[in-house]
């Protein structure tokens, strides 16, 4: 018996043992639950063959040593152990396997025992409810692995609304993002960004919701989707701003009807579009347009350097009302061979041991100074990311969120 559920073992680890699943990147949807069975596990197919084995392990090694120890020392009734470990490692159906086998081993080691010293009916019942224990125990545990699996899908499709994948060359732009939020399981935070193309040009925004939590998500997919629509549909990059802040006034007054607290809600956010020919306000392709509401400055990174991009900031979104005023456009010149970079403010606020912020700029000038190519956005991006993350000393603690985006060689038209 004990041989031909070993053989049997043997043969369904590598069919009953956890089968990964795909791990999606920025621009790969999802797999959904439905395509995964109970057993899945996020571990390689080898390591889990060889997990599947190591209770099988402890088995034989439990059997062995009774075998060899005096009958005053019995360790047979250390078989109940087994089933467990396989509840912590495998599948379910691989631990009923494990139970089963671990209760036809006892039986066959300790009941026909030539000896006084026998563990015997006690000790067959011991793991008989161990075995029936491990199959309880790997059960919830694979319906908890179940409900994270759902619970990381639904962020994972939250963030994708919020941040939906952006193509790398896209409505004559090349750009690079990269975002980590400080709640690692919501996957999304306060933080923003877009590139939406248009008649008017390619407009791109990267903006930063005030507070954390789940309200400062809500108030971000408003104000994206107020973005997208605007952008694509106002002629002027000022009524665009104009709109974001009204949606941030609108969502205040929805959240406030439902007896929630947004009266202190604001958005930081940075706007620069890129205007066709006949658009632009100096009709060529040589400047940008930007409305900067309360942001940091953005950055034109090139071969030579780092500037500042554009003039001092506005009152943020959410609070343009105060004024009255029309949000001011400023045109600047950007060279073809610069990026223009966006970062927000979990990038400069990162500290180091003695407190002292990240110096963005000074960092990205000696940088530049030994590798010119480094204006690239992807590679900007990487640098930015970790230069910030090395600079602090207990990681990055708020949502961070870089962006770098510049003219394509050859511009492509709005899709």
């Known amino acids: 018996m004990v041989k031909h559920l070993m053989e049997h073992l043997m043969e369904h680890a590598s069919t009953a043992a956890p089968t990964p699943s795909p791990r999606p990147d920025d621009r790969t949807a999802p797999t959904t639950l439905a395509d995964q069975s109970p057993d899945e596990e996020r571990t390689p197919r080898h390591r889990s063959a060889l997990l599947a084995l190591l209770p099988a392990l402890v088995l034989v090694a439990t ?15 250390w078989v109940a152990l087994v089933p467990g470990l396989a509840a912590l490692l495998c599948g379910l159906r691989t631990t009923a396997l494990y139970g089963l086998l671990t209760v036809g081993t006892y039986a066959a080691v300790d009941i026909p025992y030539p000896g006084g010293a026998l563990t015997g009916l006690p000790g067959l019942i011991l793991v008989m409810i161990s075995a029936a224990g491990a199959l309880a125990v790997c059960g919830a545990r ?36 990269a975002y980590t939020t400080a709640d690692v399981a919501a996957r999304v935070g306060g933080d923003f960004y877009d590139i939406q193309p248009s008649s008017y040009g390619t407009r791109l925004v990267l903006g930063d919701v005030q507070g954390k939590g789940l309200d400062a998500v809500a108030c971000a997919s408003a104000l994206v989707g107020s973005f997208r629509e605007a952008a694509f549909h106002e002629p002027d990059l000022a009524d665009v701003a104009l709109r974001m802040d009204q949606r941030v006034r609108r969502h205040q007054d929805h959240v406030q009807a439902l007896g929630g ?32 509401c309360g942001h940091l400055t953005p950055l034109a990174v090139g071969p030579d350097g780092v500037r500042p ?75 930015v990311r970790a230069a910030a993350a090395r600079h602090t000393a207990h990681g990055l603690t708020d949502d961070t969120t870089v962006l ?12």
């Open 309 to 383: 991009l554009g003039r001092a900031a506005t009152l943020p979104l959410g609070m343009l009302g105060l004024t009255g005023e029309k949000p001011s456009v400023d045109v600047v010149a950007v060279r073809a061979d610069e990026t223009l970079l966006l970062v927000s403010d979990g990038v400069t606020e990162a500290r180091d041991a003695d407190g002292a912020f990240y110096p963005l700029a000074d960092d990205l000038d000696c940088a530049l100074r030994t590798d010119p190519a480094l204006s690239e956005p992807r590679r900007l991006v990487r640098h």
């Open 63 to 77: 059997v062995v040593i009774d075998v060899a120890t005096c009958e005053s020392f019995r360790g047979i009734i």
């Open 261 to 292: 607290d947004e009266s202190e809600r604001f958005a930081t956010a940075a706007l620069i579009s890129f205007p066709t020919n006949g658009t632009a306000r100096h009709h060529d392709d040589a400047h940008v347009e930007l409305v900067n």
């Open 142 to 177: 694979l319906s908890a692995a179940r409900r994270a699996d759902h619970i990381r899908e639904v962020a994972e499709t939250t963030r994708r609304t919020v941040l939906r994948p952006l193509p790398s060359s896209w409505a004559g732009l090349d750009q690079a993002a």
């Open 404 to 415: 770098a985006v510049r003219r394509s060689p050859a511009r492509s038209t709005a899709g």
